[in-house]
T-cell receptor, first 113, second 111 residues
Framework: GQQVMQIPQYQHVQEGEDFTTYCNSS?????IQWYKQRPGGHPVFLIQ?????EVKKQKRLTFQFGEAKKNSSLHITATQTTDVGTYFC?????????????FGQGTILTVHP | DTAVSQTPKYLVTQMGNDKSIKCEQN?????MYWYKQDSKKFLKIMFS???????INETVPNRFSPKSPDKAHLNLHINSLELGDSAVYFC??????????FGEGSWLTVV
């Protein structure tokens, strides 16, 4: 299956600083999903990107899908302590609901107050 | 109401034992999954079911046997537990491709 690589693995920021995590693939992706997992919690769906060059925003979070559909990014502006957690990108293979969602390794974000 | 619920939340057991994790979803979804998350946070799909039918079996040892009595339930039975089985097991359900709702996880520790 198609692999997605995430960088960085860890990111420590001071509250108020910006944060970006990147998701890369060697092949063209039909879609990218982003999930957030709080410490001790479960992954929660954030966004789905399917169009080349797509940009979506959710408050302080900005999601991008690259023009070549081989990379994606999640940018958080002015981080808050509530942003701590692990952010995963994931690629879905298959056109039905029972296809395979493959996750990247995740970026663990720590925010220092 | 919890959308995807799984029990137990914590499980500590000895090597060689057999254990089960139960999962139920009240979202009316057709598809359910089991994912395993290791100590490095890596999330890996184990199984997927669609309307009680096994769709994905991702090279999981035969000691792991999922069972779906109906489309709202997907249980996971593990035989002869090994130390390496220690992980968090997430049940999940989906109706839209790529959008998955996870349960709260079952923390399994094998000693």
């Amino acid at each position: 299956g198609q692999q997605v690589m995430q960088i960085p693995q860890y990111q420590h920021v001071q509250e108020g600083e910006d944060f970006t995590t990147y998701c890369n693939s060697s092949t063209t992706l039909s879609n990218i999903q982003w999930y957030k997992q709080r410490p001790g919690g479960h992954p929660v769906f954030l966004i789905q990107l399917v169009k080349s060059g797509e940009v979506k925003k959710q408050k302080r979070l900005t999601f991008q899908f690259g023009e070549a559909k081989k990379n994606s990014s999640l940018h958080i502006t002015a981080t808050q302590t509530t942003d701590v957690g692990t952010y995963f990108c994931a690629h879905y293979a298959g056109g039905t609901s029972y296809g395979k969602l493959t996750f990247g390794q995740g970026t663990i974000l720590t925010v220092h107050p | 109401d919890t959308a995807v619920s799984q029990t137990p939340k914590y499980l500590v057991t000895q090597m060689g034992n057999d254990k089960s994790i139960k999962c139920e979803q009240n979202l009316g979804h057709d598809t359910m999954y089991w994912y395993k998350q290791d100590s490095k946070k890596f999330l890996k799909i184990m199984f997927s079911y669609n309307n009680k039918e096994l769709i994905i079996n991702e090279t999981v040892p035969n000691r792991f046997s999922p069972k779906s009595p109906d489309k709202a339930h997907l249980n996971l039975h593990i035989n002869s537990l090994e130390l390496g089985d220690s992980a968090v097991y997430f049940c999940a359900s989906s109706q839209t491709p790529g959008i998955i709702y996870f349960g709260e996880g079952s923390w399994l520790t094998v000693v």
